[in-house]
């Protein structure tokens, strides 16, 4: 009594959906994603109290890299750098204006003299440009920083007085 073909009816052989085989459907990448973030999640602490004492770090930064500095020399280093700033600035205006006002000597001048010229005028500019941009920004740094350590020391969180290990230690 064969039913013809070989292999038997409804073993569920070769993923036959009628044989009561199924494979199990492959998680999609998205899915597996989800799944990991949710037992991340589960392992969080849920409140500040929970979280361990060497973890909490103080308002804007960490006690060991503020302590020892004087909140007074980091406001003078701002001020160096902002007059620093400040002259490379007038420094790009004197460049500026100079180029500017000398340009017509280059009209008798042959193409290449014309052209070195152009790339040496635009990188001094730049130069001077971009070094009173990067020593602006650094003041303003430094000026936070003065306060920031300046309002740590009034408040008992930090200790400028305090000895700072040496750097890269």
């Known amino acids: 009594g ?4 070989g292999g038997g009816g409804g073993g569920g052989s070769g ?10 459907k ?17 392992e ?8 361990p004492e060497e973890k909490v770090a103080p308002i804007l930064g960490y006690k060991k890299d503020l302590d020892g500095i004087n909140p007074a ?14 002259s490379t600035w007038q420094l790009t205006i004197f460049c500026v204006e100079a180029f500017g006002n000398s340009a017509s000597s280059l009209d008798e001048s042959n193409y290449v003299f014309q052209r070195i010229a152009v790339v040496v005028r635009t990188a001094v500019v ?3 440009a971009l070094g ?7 003041a303003l740094g430094l ?27």
């Open 2 to 5: 064969g039913s013809g073909g």
């Open 15 to 24: 993923g036959n959906p009628a044989g009561g085989y199924r494979r199990k």
């Open 26 to 42: 492959k998680a999609s990448v998205n899915e597996r994603l989800i799944t990991e973030i949710a037992e991340l999640e589960a």
């Open 44 to 51: 969080l602490p849920r409140r500040a109290s929970e979280v």
């Open 73 to 86: 020399f980091a406001a003078l280093g701002s001020v160096m750098t902002a007059a620093f700033s400040y």
């Open 126 to 128: 730049a130069t001077s």
């Open 132 to 138: 009173s941009g990067v020593a602006g920004l650094t």
């Open 143 to 169: 000026f936070a920083l003065s306060i920031r350590v300046a309002v740590g020391v009034v408040s008992g969180e930090l200790d400028m007085n305090a000895k700072r290990a040496p750097v890269g230690e």
